[in-house]
């Protein structure tokens, strides 16, 4: 399950990214919980609540079905 949420990482950065923003893969748990670090804009934002449960927890979970939760740390 790893591996799948790498890749689906990969193909949300450029979207962060394009706002000045990025995410980091911490650990995925066998229990389906997937860690992230928000980086750069995304650190400090005020949407970051709102990015993180709206826009990548909801990629993540279509990509990989697996995923019962993403949390950032």
């Known amino acids: ?4 949420v ?3 990482i990969e193909e949300l950065r450029p979207h962060l990214k394009a706002d000045g923003g990025d995410v980091e ?4 748990t ?8 928000l980086l750069g804009a995304c650190e400090g934002c ?3 609540k709102m990015t993180l449960t709206h826009g ?6 279509k990509k990989v079905p697996e995923v019962k939760e993403v949390q950032a740390v």
Do not use: C, N, S, Y
Request: charged residues 45%.
């Open 25 to 28: 893969l911490v650990d995925v």
């Open 6 to 8: 790498k890749k689906a």
């Open 46 to 48: 005020p949407m970051r």
């Open 56 to 61: 990548i927890t909801q990629f993540i979970k």
């Open 30 to 37: 066998e229990e389906g919980i997937v860690k992230v670090r």
């Open 1 to 4: 399950m790893k591996e799948e």
